[in-house]
């Protein structure tokens, strides 16, 4: 039996990028919340767009700088809770 905690749900990520070396991490952090590492292994700063997208609400759309080197977490909260979690990551050189 599964502790009343357990609420993994699948995420799907789209990724676009363009110059810029990025690795992401995704982590669903509650049964409504999802979030993502952005990760920038390049030498110049990248901005990024993230959008999370939940069934039938609407997208939520997170705009964040990373710059060389670092790395930035992007989370986003729905009214109901994730069976779904679609997020599409673009990122290009700021």
């Known amino acids: 039996m599964l502790p009343v905690t357990a609420f993994a ?8 990028y363009q110059g810029v070396k ?3 991490a995704t982590h669903d952090v509650y049964h409504d ?3 993502i590492t952005v990760n920038n292994f390049g030498d110049v700063d990248a901005k990024c767009s993230v959008v999370f997208t939940n069934g039938p609400e609407a997208p939520r759309t997170r705009r964040v700088q990373v710059g060389a080197g670092k790395s930035v977490d992007v989370s986003s909260k729905f009214n109901r809770s994730i069976i779904k979690l679609r997020i599409r990551l673009t990122c ?3």
């Open 9 to 16: 749900y699948p995420i799907e990520v789209e990724k676009q």
């Open 22 to 24: 990025i690795d992401y």
């Open 33 to 35: 919340t999802g979030a």
């Open 92 to 94: 290009q050189p700021a």
